[in-house]
């Protein structure tokens, strides 16, 4: 089984307190090999009032949290029946399980955010093998050199006419192999 994303819809501005219940819960029914991150989608948008420049995080998706998780019966059940969910998008309901959301959607919000759908922390380390499969290297296979966590970029050794050649490619550019 695949870890995926999905929505789940909540009332608008319940969002943090569904995140909180469903990362709790969780932990309470042991559910870290089945449910992952729990994300709302934010921007940061500069604001200027009174000649002040405040920052604002404003929800990119009000009304809906991001779930990354492995589909199960028990996973399903446990994200449904968080207090505050109203549903999942992509479920026609009567206990239909829901759709994932494509990875190239998944890919261009948690860019916004400066996030991958690789977990660094504990998915990726140096020496792992992953799959470019995007950018000018797409469908080669290379090994991990060096992760740079703080731009979400790595440096990737790729096999190029038979020399091992050190790439740098952006995060949501690989999956692993």
Known sequence: MDKLWYVITTYVGHEDNVKEKLEARTESMDMQENIFRVIIPTTTEVELKDGVKKEKVKKMFPGYVFVEMIMSDEAWYAVRNTPGVTGFIGSSGKG???????????????????????????????????????????????????????????????????QETPVEVELFQVSKA
């Not at 690789?118 to 093998?129: A, I, M, W």
């Open 96 to 162: 239909a399980k829901p759709t994932p959301l494509p990875p190239q959607e998944i890919d261009r919000i948690l860019v916004n955010m400066g996030m991958s759908r690789v977990d660094v922390e504990s998915e990726l380390k140096v020496g792992d093998k992953v799959n470019v499969i995007d950018g000018p290297f797409k469908g080669m296979i290379g090994t991990i050199d060096t992760i740079d966590t703080e731009n979400n970029k790595l440096n990737v050794l790729i096999d190029l006419f038979g």
